[in-house]
């Protein structure tokens, strides 16, 4: 999920630069969402010592 993220945020930021607004807000939103998804199972996985197959 981390990688998603990522490839989301290079995504924006390619957008960004050839100045496709549009595509570069959709982009950073689906990466910043993805991104508090990734910290909450981080989190409760080590709370939980359980690790979901990272």
Known sequence: MLTWTIIFLVVALIAGLFGFGGIAS????IARVLFFIFLVLFAVSLLTGRGFGF
């Open 26 to 29: 959709t982009a950073t939103g």
